[in-house]
């Protein structure tokens, strides 16, 4: 999502045309056996080079061994407080988003949702952490129970272009970021319905043209696979 219509549904077309060739869902389950049932390094990355899509293994060998590298540092300590903790937030009456955070800790006594991601690049900018966060506030901080959460999100970008092992921690927290208010977020929702249609109509206007021949992997290219 960006912060015009146009933007917006020019973003929703490339998503529908697009051919993912990388996915990191088998890294990120590694990742999350490695927070809730303390997962040791060498299973870890067994696990990371033998399981999930053959082409990403690799991709989500670097991911894993990043997020290994960082373990301690990340201070992820706690006990796993749910088996699937998903909260939905409403962008309109024909659309509502589950909102799942990887996993949920609690620690002394306090929820903290973890979410964690594999893409090589971030390419949030200071409107999509506002959003994102704005988004996570509806959803799952404004319940009781959540109320005084923390609200964690893991990245492990790239940090040398031509070392594709060279991948370091980015964190986010909630109150990292200026949320918006109620008006704003329904204004950009309602924005977003407007860029959906838009985008619909785009993709309706388009020749029918045959499949692309598969492309070579691309790890840069996020997979919003999470929220």
Not at 5 to 18: Q, Y
Not at 115 to 129: A, E, L
Not at 135 to 148: P, Q, T
Not at 218 to 223: I, K
Request: glycine share 4%; with cysteine.
């Amino acid at each position: 999502m960006n912060d015009s219509i146009e933007k917006t549904a020019k973003s929703l077309v490339g998503l529908a045309l697009g051919f993912p060739t990388v996915t990191y869902a088998a890294g990120t389950k590694i990742v999350k056996d490695c927070i809730d049932l303390n997962l040791d390094a060498s299973t870890a990355l067994n696990a990371a080079t033998t399981k999930g899509a053959a082409a990403s293994r690799v991709h989500n060998s670097h991911y894993v061994s990043a997020f290994l590298e960082e373990r301690d540092s990340l201070g992820l300590v706690g006990r796993k407080s749910f088996d699937q903790f998903v909260s939905p937030y409403r962008v309109s009456a024909d659309v509502q988003l589950p909102v799942q955070p990887l996993t949920v800790l609690l620690d002394s006594g306090r929820f903290r949702t973890v979410s964690v991601v594999g893409w090589t690049n971030v390419p949030f900018d200071d409107f999509k952490w506002r959003l994102y966060f704005s988004i996570l506030e509806d959803a799952v901080f404004s319940l009781e129970d959540f109320e005084d959460a923390r609200g964690v999100f893991y990245a492990f970008p790239r940090s040398k272009k031509t070392d594709p092992k060279s991948r370091s921690a980015l964190v986010a927290e909630r109150g990292d970021f200026k949320l918006f208010s109620s008006s704003d977020l329904k204004e950009i929702m309602d924005n977003y319905v407007k860029a959906l249609e838009l985008a619909k109509e785009i993709l309706r206007a388009k020749p029918v043209v045959d499949p692309e021949p598969p492309r070579l992997p691309r790890p840069d290219l996020p997979l919003f696979d999470f929220l």
